[in-house]
């Protein structure tokens, strides 16, 4: 990290943060029942090594003594995985004996990343408690993702390659504006939205599904923010925030790659993946800024997570785990906690005990990549669990050097 002040209001910061992980030779050996006569062994070998560079250069100019200010930020990302994998299923009978090797799959799976953003903020404070604050960003990311699969089956004497290089462009506009508001010593507010513009485009030339040689998706996003807080004296206070955000889906799970367990099953990512949206209600009562109550609601709209689809595909009893969309979500929460310290500050205790109440609305019946069939999976479950978290800190000595922490969660 450098830090340069170029005068008494203006400053410049530049960071680069790199790290590099390597794995060989990491193994995985399965005994599985296909049906009740007819057993086999899967092994299983993975090598990969990834590197990862980001620079950051941040500018901040200080325009007046209230506390406004200018920043501009721009980054930079590289990142480079090298993968491969070799899966091979032997032949075995019912005590686990391995027999004659009946199925090889070689597989290449590379990714590179690079990724641009730029980002401009301004905040600007008014004597008469108002403050306002607006800005946007821009990112644009290209992933390229030359994957090759090779596989042999002995049996059949066969040998099938399929290629899939995905090169995959992503372009996001932002803006936002937020205004901050205090009204009187006892009432204060914030408001503020955000507006994104997402274009994509993923093309593959030699894609084995027709359907993964262009894939384009444009969407645009509002996100509002909404908060108030209301203190009619030292003892009570009330607040409420309204907040909306978007989870995106990684690069990595954009990815159509295959990555076996064994021959018959298999975790797959999806191109098709959107992104998922959470809208969270949150009311808070507090007293004498150490006990409160919380009651808090959430909503999640296309989930992105990873199903599980199993069934007789073609003859042959498949499971697949496909990353994709999965309906949404709801969680309800109750909470209620203390904040607090004792003897004289040695003792600081964070304690909530609450309620959580989920409900869960998804069905997949069709796998989206290759358009298979299965039988129709299902979690519309409700749930309601309870929740203790504590996190304690004792100070040891009056220097404040030393400290203990005892810290307890459950859930039921």
């Not at 830090?3 to 790199?18: I, R």
């Not at 990142?79 to 009946?102: M, V």
């Not at 408690?129 to 042999?152: M, P, Q, S, V």
């Not at 296309?302 to 949404?328: H, K, M, S």
């Amino acid at each position: 990290n450098l830090d340069y002040e170029l005068t008494s209001k203006s400053s410049l910061a530049l960071s680069w943060n790199t790290w590099a992980n390597k794995s060989y030779n990491s193994n995985a050996n399965l005994f599985n029942t296909v049906n009740n006569t007819t057993y086999n062994w899967s092994r299983n070998k993975d090598n990969s090594r990834s590197y990862n560079n980001s620079l950051n250069l941040n500018y901040e100019l200080k325009t007046d003594s209230l506390g406004s200010k200018l920043n501009l930020n721009a980054a930079y990302l590289n990142y480079r995985r090298f993968q491969d994998a070799d899966n091979r299923t032997y032949l075995s009978d019912s005590e686990g004996i391995i027999g004659d090797l009946k199925k090889k799959n070689v597989q290449n799976t590379p990714q590179i990343i690079d990724n641009f953003s730029f980002l401009a903020d301004y905040i600007q404070k008014f004597d008469h408690d108002l403050t306002l604050a607006f800005g946007g960003n821009f990112n644009k990311t290209k992933t390229d993702n030359d994957t090759k699969n090779t596989t042999y089956n002995y049996e059949e004497g066969t040998e099938t390659s399929t290629p899939n290089h995905l090169v995959y462009n992503e372009t996001i506009y932002g803006l936002y504006l937020t205004v901050e508001k205090k009204f009187s010593d006892k009432f204060s507010g914030k408001a503020g939205s955000r507006f994104e513009m997402t274009n994509s485009e993923g093309t593959s030339d030699n894609a084995q599904n027709p359907e993964l040689r262009l894939i384009k998706r444009d969407y645009r996003n509002f996100l509002p923010y909404l908060s108030f807080n209301y203190a009619p004296n030292d003892q009570h206070s009330v607040s409420y925030a309204f907040s909306s955000r978007m989870r995106r889906p990684s690069f990595w799970e954009l990815n159509p790659v295959i990555n076996y367990l064994t021959d018959v099953n298999y975790t797959q990512n999806n191109p098709f993946v959107k992104a998922s949206s959470t809208y969270t209600n949150e009311l808070t009562y507090m007293y004498k800024n150490s006990y409160f109550i919380v009651l808090s609601h959430s909503y999640f709209n296309d989930i992105i997570t990873q199903v599980p689809l199993q069934g007789v595909i073609d003859g042959v009893n498949q499971l697949r785990y496909i990353r994709t969309n999965f309906g949404d979500r709801q969680e309800m929460s109750a909470t209620l906690g203390m904040n607090k310290t004792f003897f004289k500050g040695i003792l600081s205790t964070n304690f909530n005990l609450g309620v959580q109440h989920n409900i869960n609305n998804g069905t997949l019946t069709k796998d989206p990549i290759t358009g298979a069939i299965f039988p129709e999976y299902i979690n519309k479950n409700k749930s309601t669990s309870i929740f203790v978290q504590t996190n304690n800190t004792i100070r040891l000595d009056a220097k404040k050097t030393w400290f203990l922490g005892i810290n307890y969660f459950f859930v039921d």
